[in-house]
């Protein structure tokens, strides 16, 4: 049976325009209150990612205590100096550097200043919780309920300081697994992938997949916008979104986190982060391919499919990443194709009747 369209062209077109700029192009024409609503929306978007790159970065520094004795301290270390510190001293762009000095003061205002020493002896949940928080947002938020006219300056401030932070989580997760895979080999890294999908990532699997597909596709499109970081910054995340009868084809160009960092350079020196030196199944079986990159396979196929029988957001990474790396979300989950359980030597109908017969009677609503 023909499946129907979900959303019309024009509702697609609009799944992938940044948040901010749709709520600067309200404000110009003089639409305050549908301002304020859809700028609501934004903290939505990018505080579930926000939690979950830096409950990441926290993870994996809690999995290398424990799992490499006293290695804590140099993989901190090694973050702050290959990550933190080079983050402030070259920003491209006036605003963006305007931005990133705000955002310096209102750390050294809470005694937080990255190049001391005590920034590592400190550094904490708590703390990364604390100043990994957007701030602009709120005082953005405030200004435009009372129709302050500064509020249209800081609409595009507030991308830029999301940016940051993004981007300073992001890397800190993709250097964490370069100092997995340097100091104890890449199949480690392989490892540390799994447990840390596997603790932080099936709650919020579960969730999605008890949701209705429709507003699942909504929600994927809201975190692919939190990712673009409102397509500002240095080869600035974007996407697109099509659809068909059975699936939704989300083409990112680049993607927001793992992509971008290809394109800018950050697996050349200095920064040179880790890449698979073989093949393997949590590398969608390729060599030369990101450490970071790599946890799509265990987040979105490997891990779902058996918690559930069927991935969550298959996906074809690029070989080359100057092209768009694709993802796919299927109207009806079994309906991804056997090529993608495949790839890591799984049996499609085998993995769906295995999770089938732990349904019972008492479990179906």
Not at 236 to 263: H, I, M, N, W, Y
């Amino acid at each position: 049976m023909e499946s129907e369209q979900w959303f019309s062209k024009e509702q697609l077109s609009r799944m992938s325009v940044p948040t901010m700029k749709r709520v600067s192009n309200l404000l110009e024409d003089g639409d305050y209150k549908n301002a304020i609503k859809l700028a609501k929306r934004y903290k939505m978007e990018w505080s579930f990612l926000r939690k979950l790159m830096a409950d990441s970065t926290i993870g994996l520094l809690e999995y290398i205590h424990v799992n490499f004795k006293g290695e804590r301290d140099n993989a901190l270390k090694e973050i702050i100096s290959k990550v933190w510190k080079p983050a402030f001293v070259s920003v491209e762009g006036e605003l963006r550097q305007k931005v990133s000095n705000d955002l310096t003061k209102r750390w050294q205002s809470m005694g937080v200043d990255i190049h001391d020493l005590d920034f590592q002896q400190n550094f904490s949940k708590e703390l990364l919780d604390e100043i990994t928080i957007p701030k602009k947002y709120e005082t953005f938020l405030e200004k435009l309920e009372k129709d302050d006219a500064d509020a249209k300056q800081l609409c595009h401030e507030v991308d830029h300081e999301w940016g940051i932070i993004h981007d300073l989580l992001v890397e800190s997760v993709a250097a964490l697994f370069t100092f997995i895979g340097e100091r104890f080999g890449e199949k480690e890294v392989g490892k540390a992938i799994e447990v840390l999908t596997g603790e932080g990532w099936k709650e919020s699997f579960e969730q999605i997949n008890e949701r209705d597909r429709k507003s699942v596709v909504l929600a994927l499109a809201a975190t692919w916008r939190a990712h673009s970081t409102g397509e500002v910054g240095p080869e600035a995340g974007s996407f697109t979104v099509e659809e068909d009868e059975e699936k939704f084809t989300f083409s990112l160009d680049p993607c927001g986190s793992g992509q971008r960092l290809v394109r800018r350079g950050y697996y050349d020196e200095p920064a040179k982060l880790g890449k698979t030196k073989k093949a393997h199944p949590w590398s969608f079986n390729r060599e030369n391919f990101p450490y970071y990159c790599a946890h799509c396979t265990y987040m979105n196929e490997i891990l779902p499919m058996k918690w559930s029988g069927t991935p969550v957001y298959p996906l074809d990474p690029p070989d080359d990443f100057s092209n768009p790396c694709t993802w796919y979300f299927y109207k009806n989950a079994e309906d991804a194709p056997e090529r993608f359980y495949e790839r890591y030597g799984f049996d499609k109908e085998k993995m769906l009747n295995k999770v089938k017969k732990k349904i019972t009677p008492k479990s179906i609503k």
